[in-house]
């Protein structure tokens, strides 16, 4: 849709176009509004112009054209709320108006025509912008009623900025494509909420704040990252008083200043900065780690792999003395605790877990409590402990004995811990997700309070412990990606 207009005078020539019956096929005067004298055109455009001598105006009349593609139409009621549009983003809603149907070639196509005169004010309006305004009109219009995107030549391909926005910008400095942005943002949110708190919650989305202006003139506005102010009412292209009926639900007392608001988005990011560092510091000790451990788990995994297919022992034989696991067994012996382990499995547990070193297996429940019964007895001895995890393990609290006060952690310690905790759980998670059996290194990395919960609840709350860990590395992907 097309959208064109201009300021003029001559109320009489307008008339003899509008109406012109020989340039045009047809020429119907649909609408006249708020004239005195509505049975002559050209009498009411010439009263007009006689009220625009008084405020010394010589241009009364908005003149507006609306005409579309070929081969496409509306309805009259569309037409209407075509008219009805444009005047409403001009702001000449209470203006005397004509409309004027013409029909050239079988096409169709109106003009409508306001007075520019403000009879209570006595003076001329003005309509600042009004190419944009227009050309924003036609894309909602044709959006709405699924026509054809038309470019009038004067559509901007740059939204234009003010002096001061320029300065601003400059000042940051920054690049003003970002002021575009973020004005284009602003309308966007503001178009989407009804009421001041959906507004405040649209624009934190974006990292921006709503402020209290300097004036009455301009109450609100918005604090974007760099300090920069953006006046609603230049912003939106609206009245004070429309800005001032959307945000009636907020409390202006609560509505920081422009510097507040600067502060607090400050704060923000520097909060944002801090967790990211944490997670690249955490990220990098986890891959330092995994590269170090490659060596280890390569030769780990070749002897493995030389193994017979078959399913791991389970916990019975965890009394066998480190000479017996060396030894090699009897193959008929092998086959028939494999088959009590997969007898075990089909009975209770779906998980099973498995210290890669000795063999042994043992379920996530059972693993978990004989875990916690070793860190309260302090056991010593690696082989000795690691063959304790799979002897059952009780269901019972354990409390630990007393021990003498530790020195705090260092920032390296707690780094280092969390960094093993998170290769723990990814591995656990892929495990999960691949139906292998789990590593019993990777749940005793656990700490304690996860270990009960395991304890407790088995593999129903392993799936639990899963979901949450794949969850929240889902939204530091989404938080890296902003």
Known sequence: MIIGANKRGNGGQLAGYLLNQEKNEHAELLEMR?????GNLKSALNCIELEAMQTNGTKPFYHCWLRLDEGETLTAAQWQKSFAS????????DQARVVVEHQLQGEKHYHVVWSLVDRERGQMIEIPFDGMRRTEVARKLEKEFGLRKLAPAHEPEKERLRREEWQQAERTPRDVAEVRDTKATIRAAWQRSDNGAAFCAALEEHRLLLAIGDSQRQPFGVVDEHGQFHVLTRTLDARAKEVRGKLADLDCEQIPSVEQAHERLQERQAERERKTEDERQADAAIQKDGEAREPERKGQEEPTQAKEPAAQPVHHEANRTEASRAAPEPVHERDARDTD????SAE?????VIDRES???????AFAGAALDYIATQAEGVIEGIASLFDGGSTALRVPKQESARAPKSALQRLQERAAKERALRNISQSVQR???????DLQVLPPAELE???????EYLMRLVRRYEREREDRGRERER
């Open 34 to 38: 708020g004239f005195a004298d509505t």
């Open 86 to 93: 444009v005047e409403r983003r001009l702001h000449l809603e």
């Open 341 to 344: 382990a997969r007898a075990a």
């Open 348 to 352: 209770g547990d779906r998980f099973r």
């Open 359 to 365: 063999g042994l297996a043992s379920g996530v429940s």
């Open 435 to 441: 139906g292998d059996d789990l590593n019993a290194a």
């Open 453 to 459: 919960r395991l304890r407790d609840g088995g593999d």
